[in-house]
């Protein structure tokens, strides 16, 4: 059964893992695959910092109608478990949250990967620790070394801001500001969905805000490089060609996993899914054709 996806009145299902609880909905049909027929596993969705499920929104109804898609909301991020305390918010937390959380819903079997951003960059521990709950990943405008700006200004205007931040004044409102993507955003959007995703962000844990923002700011993701040949599913890097410095990377991301491919989406920045969501689904449908004929042929 769908689980209604994120408006106020409803609510999402939750799983207890790691002494707190995560939100998360399902969506088409257990079992079913991109071709209509039984087998094929989830396909789950991580978001990324500040993100939730509602991130996914616009695009899971598109998605569910030949598969099974699932969402969570990673710890102290939409309707999961706010800690209250820094500590307990680490990428590598956050990864043993999610292979618990694939694990359960996969029913142990290996699941199609999507992470986004910072959700990239913990899908990437998870896929490590666990290779066994992954049959693909999908690699979305993120990273496997760092997610700091190379301009020194924007890099030190961030870091300034996040190191200032108190956690004790709750989560800070959007900038006022719009950017080039913003702007594609809401050309892409209704309000009602903007004003949605705004209340869902506000809510929010700031101790979350403050240490993983510290952490991606501050360059404390670990640098995954020599790991990555590692993985030998199939992975895509899908990436927005204006998402710098995240699309620099890219081409080296895609070259150092086992089996890697690149998408650039021409146009899109950081979050494709919202600003250009027909190029987006057909990089995720031809990784999933992908994904679907190399577990064939290793059957």
């Given at each position: ?9 409803e ?43 509602i ?48 694990e ?17 960059a913990?899908?990437?521990?998870a ?62 959007t ?37 790991q ?21 990377q ?39 054709t ?10």
């Amino acid at each position: 059964m769908p689980t209604e996806g994120y408006g106020a009145e409803e609510v999402p299902e939750r799983f207890a893992v790691n002494g707190v609880e995560l939100a998360w909905g399902q969506w088409g049909h257990p079992g079913q695959s991109a071709n209509g027929a039984e087998g094929d596993p989830p396909l789950v969705l991580c978001h990324g910092f500040t993100g939730s499920t509602i991130d996914f929104s616009l695009q899971i109804p598109a998605l569910a109608e030949r598969r099974r898609v699932v969402a969570l909301d990673q710890r102290g991020h939409g309707r999961s478990t706010a800690c209250g305390n820094v500590e307990s918010y680490t990428l590598e937390l956050l990864a043993s949250d999610l292979h618990a959380f694939m694990e359960a819903v996969g029913g142990g079997e290996p699941v199609d990967l999507l992470g986004h951003s910072m959700g990239g960059a913990v899908s990437l521990v998870a896929a490590l620790a666990r290779p066994d709950l992954v049959r693909s990943l999908v690699l979305m405008d993120t990273s496997a070394w760092t997610f700091q700006f190379p301009d020194e200004a924007v890099r030190n205007m961030v870091q300034g801001f996040i190191t200032k931040f108190d956690p004790a004044r709750g989560t800070p409102p959007r900038p006022p500001w719009k950017s080039p993507e913003d702007e594609l955003i809401e050309a892409a959007t209704d309000d009602e969905w903007r004003a949605r995703r705004d209340a869902v962000y506000l809510g929010m844990d700031a101790y979350a805000f403050k240490a993983l923002g510290m952490t991606l700011a501050h360059g404390g993701t670990v640098d995954l490089r020599d790991q990555l040949p590692s993985i030998t599913c199939p992975v895509t890097v899908v990436v927005g060609e204006h998402d710098h410095p995240l699309v620099d990377q890219a081409p080296e991301l895609a070259s150092l996993v086992t089996d890697g491919r690149l998408t650039v989406i021409p146009g899109a920045y950081h979050s494709p899914q919202l600003t250009h969501p027909d190029a987006w689904r057909a990089a995720l449908e031809e990784h999933l054709t992908v994904a679907a004929a190399s577990a064939q042929l290793h059957d």
